[in-house]
């Protein structure tokens, strides 16, 4: 589906129904990575999957797309959608806009889910080295950081060919100023380890223990700074966790909703630390 929303044509994936789930796709993918989580979710939640702006069929915009303008983006794709408030899921990139959306919309937030994510701002080093990539895609293509990041969404260990490919395929649909948006964008991105304890909401992090990209101590570090967060490490899974592990992936996601992103282990160790009325179930009203 596609609509125009916030002055642009966005693509989206909108399957089920009850307590919504929107799932936010990392760099430089599109909504087809959450497939599987589209498909173990549906039969109990409203599950919806946009591509970023300038990702996979979205219509991309000049110039660098900033963490917020995602976040915006979002809020008025739930808008027309009304689905109120959201469980909002998001990898890598994703997560670094599922934070921007926690800080400026906090009430639209049931709930937060951080995948193989990470919320300090880039070093000097690494954002020179993103303006670089994204003059690099301008004079040539996208096909340079296609050919960078592919081989490392995965773990190192993964073996399986027809995965490798289908994460390839992913990142072929970007358009080249799309990428170069977000690389802009996430080069300016700023420091938001400073609004995790301001985080109200009951929060899942997962990274996967073999991630090469953003380092499994990012996700620690963030469980530790959100009041009452729960971390799971997924064995044998890379970056793209939720792709390369779907049913371990789904497992830790349905327990945690199950358990109205309150699970006792997690209660016992900083329930006191919530909002009374935080929990995910209390809150919903179908
Ligand atoms: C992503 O997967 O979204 C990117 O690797 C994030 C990043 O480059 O910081």
């Known amino acids: 589906m596609r609509v125009k929303v916030n002055g642009l044509q966005v693509a989206y994936t909108d ?7 929107l799932l936010v796709h990392g760099f ?3 909504r087809k990575t959450w497939s599987k989580q589209v498909e173990a979710f549906k039969a109990r939640h409203r599950v919806i999957a946009p591509d970023l702006r300038g990702l996979g069929q979205s219509e991309s915009t000049p110039g ?5 303008r995602f976040a915006e983006d979002l809020h008025a794709l739930m808008d027309y959608l009304g689905t109120g408030p959201v469980i909002l899921v998001g990898h890598s990139m994703g997560g670094y806009v599922a934070l921007a959306f926690a800080h ?17 701002k880039d070093t000097p080093e690494t954002a020179a080295a993103r303006r670089a990539t994204a003059e690099k895609v301008r004079n ?21 060919e027809a995965m490798a490919a ?4 992913f990142m072929i649909p970007s358009h080249p100023e799309g990428i170069i948006g977000a690389l802009l964008g ?19 992090v997962i990274a996967g223990a073999d991630d090469s990209i953003i380092p499994p101590s990012e996700s620690e570090a ?21 792709f390369e592990r779907p049913e371990a992936f789904n497992e830790c996601l349905r327990v945690w909703l199950a358990w109205g992103g309150d699970e006792p282990r997690s209660r016992k160790v900083r329930i006191s630390e919530r909002p009374a009325g935080s929990n995910l179930m209390e809150a919903w009203s179908p």
């Open 28 to 30: 430089p993918l599109n």
């Open 104 to 120: 400026a919309f906090p009430k639209m937030l049931r709930g937060l889910v951080l995948v193989g994510t990470k919320a300090g």
């Open 64 to 68: 660098p797309v900033s963490m917020s």
């Open 186 to 204: 996430m080069a300016d991105r700023p420091d938001a380890r400073n609004w995790l304890g301001k985080i109200r909401v009951p929060t899942l």
């Open 140 to 160: 040539v293509d996208a096909s340079v950081v296609v050919d960078a990041m592919a081989p490392k969404m995965l773990a190192p260990t993964n073996t399986d």
């Open 166 to 169: 289908a994460v390839r395929e």
């Open 15 to 21: 399957e089920g129904a009850g307590l919504p789930l």
């Open 222 to 242: 963030m469980a530790e700074a959100i009041p009452g967060a729960k971390l799971t490490l997924i064995p044998k899974a890379g970056h793209l966790v939720a």
